[in-house]
């Protein structure tokens, strides 16, 4: 029951900041705010999930990793914003999407254990 509080806590967190982005980055002709969300989000992830120097309790690390950032990033709005973008910038979304979260992530990695990105 306790790991459904810490994730209940962690998904009210994400999805308000979630909601808070959408309101912040200004999205006109391009969906800024879902490639940020998604950037930061693989990053931070990363991040909880290799931190080695700064132990994290089980409860908090799944709360963090699942609650928070899982409700923070969204994918299924990255593929319904993807499919409403003309082509060029559709593939221009996709590739710094994908490319930009693998990066985002291999830093937030790096840097969880310990290593000079």
């Known amino acids: ?16 900041l979630r909601f808070a982005a ?12 879902t490639l940020a969300v998604n950037l930061i989000g693989s990053f931070c992830l990363a991040l909880i999930t290799y931190a080695r120097g700064f132990p994290l309790h089980p409860r908090i690390r799944l709360g963090l990793a699942t609650g928070l950032i899982g409700s923070f990033t969204t994918f299924s ?28 992530a291999w830093l937030g990695a790096q840097i969880g254990k310990g290593r000079n990105a």
């Open 1 to 16: 029951m306790r790991d459904i509080i810490a994730v209940a806590i962690g998904g009210f967190v994400g999805t308000t």
């Open 22 to 33: 959408s309101k912040w980055i200004p999205t006109a002709h391009f969906p800024w705010g």
């Open 77 to 104: 709005t990255f593929c319904a914003e993807w499919l409403s973008l003309p082509s060029p910038a559709a593939f221009g979304y996709g590739s710094l999407s994908l490319i930009g979260g693998l990066g985002c």
